[in-house]
C-alpha cells in the first residue's frame, strides 16, 4: 500500500503559480501511476493530470493544458503539479492518486489511493 499527502497549496493572485506536491510513503512509489484530479465547490471531481510509472509518459486535461506540469521525482518518492497562469476557475481541492496499473488517464475510480487533498484559492 502506499499513502498519499499532498501539499502546497494556498491562496494565489489570478496570473500566478503554485506548486503542488503529492508525497509517498514506501520505497516502491515508482511502482505507481500518478494522477491529480481538483474538485471546486459545488462541482464534481475531475481529472487535470496524470503521469504513468516506469516510462513517466503524461497527459493532461485540456482546461489546463499548456498552464500545468506534472512531473515525478521518484528519488524522493514525489509528484509534482506546476500550475501557471492560475485563474479563478481553477480553485479547488487538488487531490493526488495512485494506481498499481500503467495508466494516465482519467478515470478516478482506476485509482484506489488517494490524499486528502490540498487547497487552491485563485483570487481575481
Known amino acids: 500500500q502506499v499513502q498519499l499527502v499532498e501539499s502546497g497549496g494556498g491562496l494565489v493572485q489570478a496570473g500566478g503559480s503554485l506548486r503542488l506536491s503529492c508525497a509517498a510513503s514506501g520505497r516502491t512509489f515508482s511502482t505507481y501511476s500518478v494522477g491529480w484530479f481538483r474538485q471546486a465547490p459545488g462541482k464534481e471531481r475531475e481529472f487535470v493530470a496524470a503521469i504513468s510509472k516506469n516510462d513517466g509518459v503524461t497527459n493532461y486535461a485540456d482546461s489546463i493544458k499548456g498552464r500545468f506540469t506534472i512531473s515525478r521525482d521518484n528519488a524522493k518518492n514525489t509528484v509534482y503539479l506546476q500550475m501557471n497562469i492560475l485563474n479563478a476557475e481553477d480553485t479547488a481541492v487538488y487531490y493526488c492518486?495512485?494506481?498499481?496499473?500503467?495508466?494516465?488517464?482519467?478515470?478516478?475510480?482506476?485509482?484506489?489511493?488517494w490524499g486528502q487533498g490540498t487547497q487552491v484559492t485563485v483570487s481575481a
Open positions: 492518486a495512485a494506481s498499481r496499473a500503467y495508466y494516465r488517464g482519467g478515470s478516478s475510480s482506476q485509482y484506489g489511493y
